[in-house]
């Protein structure tokens, strides 16, 4: 775990005191300096579900990293009084990292999402950043994990970026991170939006906190999941006032 930025608890879970610019140029300092680094981004579902499932907890205090995916985030360490720079999501980090990774002719691994998913986003990796190495790719639907392992080992990537969904890509990277010194970070799915099968919201819902709504109105299923949200505001008060143990 690196020392270097101020810490900042909420609910539990460590966030990373740190903006979009200063990670990007941190993540390419440790990529030049051929470090292992463990990449989350996190929203309010995956503070509550860390806080019900101590083993997934004790996986977010492995990662280098863990940023603020999520205005959720961001409202409740102000609440709290101890307030975060700005949100950091990781289609965001993953876009930039993408770029650099173009210019610089450096290699990337991808895992996760529907085969077909897969396919459209490899299409558009290769269209959109030609000079990038693509190390390899697989779906998220697999039995063997082993395999993969093998075939990231063998590739030896700068850069991998897991789309499994969250606990799994988390369990996932740390397990197998020590294979190879690279930025390994979990990414949701952002490759549905890199594939064009989901689209991401406008940048006016984006500026006013609301993509969570937007997203909403294109997954209606996603309601349950959303009841979240509320739950995690209630605790966050109730923690400001003290009512809230850890």
Known sequence: ???????????????????????????????????????????????????????????????????????????????????????????DTLGSLLKFANKEQKSVYFLGAKPETIKKTINKIHHDYPTLKIAGYHDGYFTNDQEIATEIKDSQPDFVFVALGFPKQEFFIAKYRQLTPAIWMGVGGSFDVLA????????FWQKHHIEWLYRLFQEPSRFWRMLALPKYLIMIYLKKFGLLKA
């Open 1 to 91: 775990m690196l020392n270097k930025y101020e810490q900042v608890n909420v609910l539990g879970v460590d966030f990373t005191k740190i903006t979009n610019n200063e990670l990007l140029e941190q993540l390419k300092l440790d990529n030049q300096n051929h470090s292992n680094r463990f990449v989350i981004t996190a929203n309010p579902e995956i503070v509550l579900y860390a806080r019900d499932h101590p083993e997934y907890l004790a996986v977010l205090k492995l990662a280098d990293y863990t940023t603020a995916d999520g205005i959720g985030i961001i409202k409740g360490a102000k609440i709290l009084k101890t307030p975060l720079p700005e949100r950091v999501t990781g289609f």
């Open 196 to 203: 064009g099968t989901v689209k991401r919201a406008p940048i």
